[in-house]
């Protein structure tokens, strides 16, 4: 872990924001060119340094991000790439291993919500990347440094509703160990299926 200065982390300090937009192969580059993005985003206030990179995810992309927090001073970091489901954690890791807080890292989702959902209007899908990186880059501003906490969770669950979906969430959880408790109102269980007499397209009897 680099040894950057405490202000690096510290919401007073003057904000210094590296970009990076990942071509991800094919999937943002085949659609959009990044380097166009890159030369927006370079334009945006409070960005020092913008670069587009094969892999953000990649062992070369990642550290790409570690040197230039460095070389740069960087205190906040954005990626435009693709889903936060998918990569944050990866991201918010590398920036953590140079120093910075990882909670000091915005991405913007160009691939899902620009190259993969407009591949068919190219200009289209390149403004949106643009909008998207823009709008990322200004909540970047804003971010903060958090800590991680524990939180004590009660390994026990609650199913209200014994019909056959609460039956059927109860006994999954039960597989996985977990202790748990259905409650229903009514003197069985079942609910509305055990009303029926037969089900299709057996015929046979619902209970």
Known sequence: MSDLPDEQNNKEEELRIGVYICHCGSNIAGVIPPEEVVKFAEG???????????????DSGQRLIKEDIEKY?????????????????????????????????????IREQCTWAHGHDREGALQKSM???????????????????????THKAMVIGGGV???????????????TILVEKEPTIGGVMAQLNKTFPTMDCSI
Not at 99 to 108: H, I, K, Q, V, Y
Not at 165 to 178: K, T, V
């Open 131 to 153: 909008d998207l990186t823009a709008a990322a880059v200004a909540k970047s501003r804003f971010l903060t440094p958090l800590d991680m906490i524990d939180v004590p969770v």
């Open 73 to 109: 001073k960087l205190n906040r970091v954005v990626v435009s790439a693709c889903s936060v489901r998918m990569h944050e954690p990866t991201f918010r890791a590398a920036v953590s291993e140079a120093g910075l807080n990882p909670f000091l890292m915005e991405m913007a989702n």
């Open 44 to 58: 945006l206030p409070d960005v020092v340094h913008a670069t587009d990179t094969l892999y953000a995810c990649a």
């Open 165 to 179: 979906a609460g039956i059927s969430a109860a006994l999954d959880l039960a597989e996985q160990g977990i202790e």
